[in-house]
């Protein structure tokens, strides 16, 4: 497996963050917010693209150069579509062994599976890599349906801090 190329699965590309990708994003929130210029919204987003966590990551990827690199944020592409509906991203580099896995879909395309089958497929490409021995997850325990897709996934809970629930996976 190659770093550079996409992750492809049965229904889903994971796709590498492009720079167009992201100035799209900010371009569209800004305009959303009263902030920007009126902006045409790309063709190839779902209605309900880009979603605040990956307004977050947008901007996130201008700070955080790693963020952009092939072992960092990916946008989720439904394969049957071409449509970008969701984002899924490791918090490169590892630290001590253990990178932390992100993840979400927009809300028209939940319930069918789609955060669990790019977990597994994030997952498994970050246990290809030698420097990473445990994926990290922290949810809010407001959102059973997160812990759910992590322990469909083969996460395994790990511990509560308040309202943020721990869940790690090792690599087999």
């Known amino acids: 497996m190659t770093t550079t190329t996409d992750l492809i699965t049965e229904r889903l590309v994971l796709r590498l963050w492009s720079a167009e990708e992201r100035?799209?994003?900010l371009a569209v929130t800004a305009a959303s917010n009263g902030d920007g210029l009126p902006v045409r919204r790309p063709a190839h987003w779902a209605d309900d693209f880009p979603d605040e966590g990956d307004q977050v990551i947008a901007d996130g990827l201008g700070r955080y150069p790693a963020w952009m690199g092939p072992f960092g944020h990916r946008q989720v592409v439904e394969r049957d579509s071409g449509l970008i509906i969701g984002g899924i991203g490791l918090f490169w580099p590892p630290t001590?062994?253990?990178v932390e896995i992100g993840y979400g879909i927009v809300p028209s395309r939940?319930?069918?599976?789609y955060a669990t089958e790019a977990v597994i497929a994030l997952t498994e490409f970050a246990f290809a890599l030698p420097a990473v021995r445990t994926v990290l997850a922290n949810v809010e325990r407001p959102n059973p349906a997160s812990i759910r897709v992590l322990a469909k996934s083969g996460f395994r809970h790990h511990h509560t801090e308040g309202d943020t629930v721990r869940f790690h996976r090792d690599r087999p």
């Open 96 to 98: 001590d062994g253990r």
């Open 23 to 25: 100035t799209a994003v």
């Open 110 to 113: 939940q319930g069918r599976g």
